[in-house]
């Protein structure tokens, strides 16, 4: 007979693949999502499958995760919070609202039936519709040459995910979060869970610490979050520090992210960008910003790529003194220029004791005032990074960035490269911008908008002078040859970038993606416990209609900016610019382009030499959810051939 050939050692590779088809056609599904059941009024979690009967959860890293088995979808799925005695208290497929916050948006939903092939879910959040956005993501195409610091950008900040994070600290620390007026605190010994759609990351001990300059005192407080002590693992996706903008002065959410893309695109120092859910121990905080730290790592991998022991040079981090502006100048009457140029990282052959900080600052004030008028293009082009400084005064005026350095004397970083001698110039924080508390109409073309507000100026000390044109801009565009450069730049970037024809796929894409994120943090942001600073912008709590008047309002103040929306913003700002410069709109489409001509897309694979030490991006990892299902398949028809 057949079956007395079929030995236990050749059955055993059937038996498994038929374990495993079981549970993927059968009851063994897996599911898995994170949340907070008390942030809702329950304490269970559970799933509902083809609008059956709840199928209870079990608790995961403190009640943040919740993971459990039931029938595999044939139609759909949603999962529902349970009381204590098993009754439903929120529901996905029925979400009750606060209708003063929403309107009369409809944010319920069924998640659809996964893939015929899946075992499992990916980490949903509940209350989120979309769980990964590779379906639907809309890039920017790429300018510019891209950086070889681009090959180290980390999964930390993957496209199309929300991560969700929860640091643990003590009760004495959470109570001094919420109560304190103290604008320094940081606390130790806190714990984190990390969560993304495909793993989950526990640290026994992080460094929780409160962050940002004008946005501190919002009771959305910003954090800086760094991977301290013992940990088994000292990063997360090849970082151990990452911060969380609040995003209090942006209604749309988007606009840091956006600038960041167009940097990318143009091929600048642009870190990565991402967004987040945060949670400090039981309270949620809202939806952040989670961007990339400028630290030595960054600096290493876009000032000195290649480069096996790189000596770095001083980083400063540039901002007003105490609210008065100064623009690269230098008078005896200021006194400490530290108070202007605050040196972030010091040069590695120095320490804090005997690197006198105001030397290479004052190197390049110098070289500004005293021989850039004479200076040729080659020698301009040895002590400054030109192109880096041209494209940061695109970028500042596309995306009226008034409190940057062109106009503002404000929030910009210089790194001497102490290899090449070289100064680079670039402008951060860009949630404020895309005509948010505007300084100059949308219709104001560049040469008008370089001019200097007189409220930048005014409360200098009585006898300084009040200059009307930054001074670096207003003798480099002196030179012609430098001016026609910076035009013709301008109108590539316009003509083939920043215009709706490009861009408004890019937010109609985050518009999707983000819309129940926002609603959640709208809802947390309401309630927070946190203080109020004494000194800080009254609290801009928003609703769903002044969000929608932010992405869509015509030309007339909504939250988003002074006298647009976010897309007529780029509308009006794109054929201003163009019809100044002379120039017609020249877009790509990028359904047509190839993966490596556009930014904004998930990371697809990991440089084997980057610095990330392990993950999945949302491709590879799908792919490994089915592979041994496809594989499993195969096995049983090889091995019914095989014996049979």
């Not at 510019?144 to 600290?169: H, M, T, W």
């Not at 954090?223 to 693992?233: D, H, W």
């Not at 949620?284 to 096996?308: A, M």
């Not at 565009?477 to 035009?487: G, L, M, N, V, Y």
């Amino acid at each position: 007979m057949i079956f007395k050939q079929v030995t236990f050692k050749k059955f055993l590779p059937l038996l498994v693949s038929l374990l495993q088809v079981k549970n993927v056609f059968c009851d063994d599904f897996n599911f898995s999502v994170s949340v907070l059941p008390s942030e809702y009024g329950g304490q269970r979690v559970a799933v509902v499958v083809d609008n059956q009967a709840p199928v209870e959860l079990q608790p995961l890293y403190d009640g943040f995760l919740w993971r459990g088995k039931a029938a595999k979808p044939a139609t759909s799925y949603y999962y529902v919070i349970l009381d204590g005695t098993g009754a439903t208290v929120a529901n996905e497929s029925n979400l009750v609202l606060n209708q003063q916050l929403a309107g009369n948006e409809n944010l319920s939903f069924q998640r659809p039936a996964p893939d015929g092939a899946a075992t499992t879910t990916l980490n949903d959040i509940f209350g989120a519709e979309y769980t990964i956005a590779d379906d639907f993501i809309k890039g920017l195409p790429r300018l510019e040459q891209r950086r070889p610091a681009y090959d180290k950008f980390s999964i930390l900040y993957q496209e199309g995910q929300v991560p969700n994070i929860r640091a643990q600290c003590s009760q004495e620390n959470f109570n001094l979060l919420v109560n304190s007026l103290e604008k320094e605190l940081s606390f130790f010994n806190c714990s984190m869970t990390f969560i993304t759609p495909y793993e989950e990351f526990y640290y026994p001990d992080i460094t929780l610490s409160l962050a940002g300059m004008g946005s501190r005192g919002f009771q959305k407080r910003p954090f800086k979050v760094e991977i301290t002590g013992s940990n088994e693992l000292e990063e997360i996706y090849g970082r151990s520090k990452f911060k969380l903008r609040n995003l209090v002065y942006d209604c749309t959410y988007i606009k840091n992210k956006l600038a960041v893309d167009i940097e990318t695109s143009l091929g600048m120092v642009s870190g990565q960008d991402g967004f987040a859910r945060f949670y400090v121990n039981n309270q949620p905080f809202g939806l952040y910003d989670l961007f990339d730290p400028l630290k030595k790592k960054f600096v290493k991998q876009y000032f000195h790529p290649g480069e096996t022991d790189p000596k770095l040079g001083v980083l400063y981090k540039c901002k007003t003194d105490a609210g008065t502006r100064y623009y690269m100048e230098y008078y005896p009457q200021l006194g400490n220029l530290n108070s202007i140029y605050t040196v972030d990282m010091i040069p590695s052959d120095y320490n804090e004791q005997t690197y006198k900080s105001e030397q290479d600052i004052l190197d390049l004030i110098n070289f500004i005032n005293n021989e850039l008028d004479s200076a040729s293009i080659d020698r301009i082009e040895e002590v400054i990074d030109l192109d880096l400084l041209l494209k940061t005064f695109i970028v500042e005026y596309l995306i009226d960035h008034r409190d940057g350095f062109l106009i503002g004397g404000n929030n910009f970083n210089i790194y001497r490269n102490y290899g090449t001698k070289k100064f680079h110039i670039w402008s951060y924080d860009f949630d404020a911008t895309f005509g948010k508390f505007q300084e100059y109409p949308t219709n104001t073309p560049f040469d008008q908008y370089m001019l200097i507000p007189d409220s930048c100026t005014k409360n200098r000390l009585e006898g300084l002078p009040r200059p009307k044109i930054n001074p670096l801009a207003e003798k480099l565009f002196a030179k012609p040859e430098i001016k026609q450069r910076f035009d013709e730049l301008l109108k590539k970037v316009v003509s083939e970038l920043f215009n709706p024809q490009v861009m408004n796929p890019r937010i109609q894409y985050f518009e999707k993606f983000l819309k129940h994120h926002i609603y959640w943090d709208i809802k947390q942001h309401a309630t927070l416990p946190t203080q109020h600073y004494d000194g800080t912008d009254q609290e801009m709590v928003y609703d769903f209609s002044t969000i929608s008047q932010g992405y869509n309002g015509g030309r007339v103040w909504t939250c988003s900016g002074e006298g647009n929306g976010l897309y007529d913003y780029i509308d009006e700002r794109s054929q201003t610019a163009l019809a100044a410069i002379g120039g017609s709109i020249n877009a790509k489409d990028v359904n047509s382009l190839p993966k490596d001509e556009l930014v904004g897309l998930p990371i697809d694979s990991l440089n084997s030499s980057s610095d990330n030490k392990s993950s999945s991006s949302s491709s590879d990892a799908l792919s490994n959810i089915k592979l041994f299902t496809y594989t499993s398949l195969i096995s049983i028809l090889l091995i019914l051939l095989i014996y049979y």
